[in-house]
């Protein structure tokens, strides 16, 4: 799909922080904007179907929701095998993010990152034992690294 | 901490996590898959928010497809130095989140910018200011992102 263009941006800058909670969202959105509900919803559908919107609807808090153990794993795996692996590992129900990202050798051998949440750290050992299993002998070498501290969490705000 | 939640909730956050839709009346379409009023998932969601369960509803937008920059990057902060580091990471307003974590490498941030360009930018501002290496660790390859959580 083509890059949003102004008006777009003015429909994600009114609702990157959330849609209203009132029977008629778009229609809100559309008001707020000075634009026709049909518009906001069929730009906001071209938007859902291209990509640039990843899902429309609750995000929750995962702390507040119980998960209070964090454990990014990583992994030393083959190159020529991470697509399979980021592919399987990926699509398992309790790891929510699994990028492939680069080396720094020697301080850091890890390419593959699986971020697993848990209750506790046991659960999410527990997790991070049943993607070792996966692995077999691809796994040349695994690290979990517990946060312990939110330094800091705004998230990613666009500013049109 | 932990807010008070009943199976309506639960049903809510777990059925709601994508897939709402795109149409006039969204809320009591969505109402009717679960089985409820559209009032009550209003007023359920509204309060889902309040409580801090939910930290957004509505569109997750992908922040590259918007011409915007993401990566991770890490230092390794000497203890003492610590909380004086955090603060001038902080202080960039491109830092998304910063963690610490246990590890050598014990803080580790998301950057995200509108132009890719000003990645390296803020990377090479961050290194000048705490004399500290930064690993950029930009993601080169995304699998499936389920982000699910069972309530």
Redesign the interface.
């Known amino acids: 799909m083509n890059?949003?263009d102004d008006i777009d941006r003015r429909i994600?800058v009114a609702?990157?922080?959330?849609?209203p909670?009132?029977?008629?969202?778009?229609?809100a959105v559309a008001d707020e904007l000075g634009l026709a509900?049909e518009d906001v919803?069929a730009r906001?559908?071209a938007?859902?179907d291209?990509?640039?919107?990843?899902?429309?609807?609750?995000?929750?808090?995962?702390y507040?929701?119980?998960?209070r153990a964090n454990g990014?794993s990583v992994w030393d795996v083959p190159d020529a095998a991470?697509?399979e692996l980021?592919?399987k590992?990926?699509?398992?129900?309790f790891?929510?993010?699994?990028?492939?990202?680069?080396r720094?050798l020697p301080?850091?051998p890890y390419n593959l990152?699986a971020m697993v949440?848990g209750r506790d750290r046991d659960e999410v050992g527990e997790k991070v034992n049943r993607i070792a299993e996966l692995m077999g002998v691809k796994d040349r070498g695994h690290?979990v690294?517990?946060?312990?501290?939110?330094?800091?969490?705004?998230?990613?705000r666009?500013?049109g | 901490?932990?807010?008070r939640m009943d199976e309506v909730d639960r049903r809510?956050?777990n059925a709601?996590?994508?897939?709402?839709p795109?149409?006039?009346?969204?809320?009591?379409a969505a109402a009717r898959t679960i089985g409820i009023d559209?009032d009550d998932l209003?007023q359920r969601?509204?309060r889902?928010?309040a409580?801090?369960?939910?930290?957004?509803?509505?569109?997750?937008?992908?922040?590259e497809?918007?011409?915007?920059a993401?990566t991770?990057a890490?230092m390794a902060v000497p203890e003492g130095r610590f909380d004086a580091v955090?603060e001038q990471?902080?202080a960039h307003r491109e830092?998304?989140?910063?963690?610490?974590?246990?590890?050598h490498?014990n803080?580790?941030?998301v950057l995200?910018t509108?132009q890719a360009t000003r990645i390296g930018e803020v990377i090479a501002e961050i290194e000048a200011e705490t004399g500290l290496a930064v690993?950029?660790?930009?993601?080169?390859?995304?699998?499936?992102?389920?982000?699910?959580?069972e309530?």
């Open positions: 890059a949003p994600i609702t990157q922080g959330g849609l909670l009132v029977p008629e969202p778009y229609q509900a919803m906001m559908q938007m859902l291209g990509g640039l919107i990843r899902r429309i609807g609750a995000v929750p808090n995962h507040a929701l119980g998960y990014m991470i697509t980021g592919k590992i990926g699509a398992l129900d790891v929510s993010h699994c990028y492939h990202r680069p720094h301080h850091w990152f949440h690290q690294l517990y946060s312990h501290r939110i330094l800091k969490k705004t998230g990613m666009f500013t | 901490m932990m807010a809510i956050i709601l996590q994508g897939g709402f795109i149409c006039p009346a969204p809320y009591a559209q209003l969601l509204r889902l928010r409580d801090g369960l939910l930290s957004r509803f509505g569109p997750m937008y992908h922040a497809k918007l011409g915007g993401l991770l890490a955090a990471v902080n830092v998304a989140h910063n963690y610490a974590r246990e590890h490498l803080m580790w941030f995200a509108e690993f950029n660790m930009p993601k080169q390859e995304e699998f499936f992102i389920g982000l699910r959580f309530a």
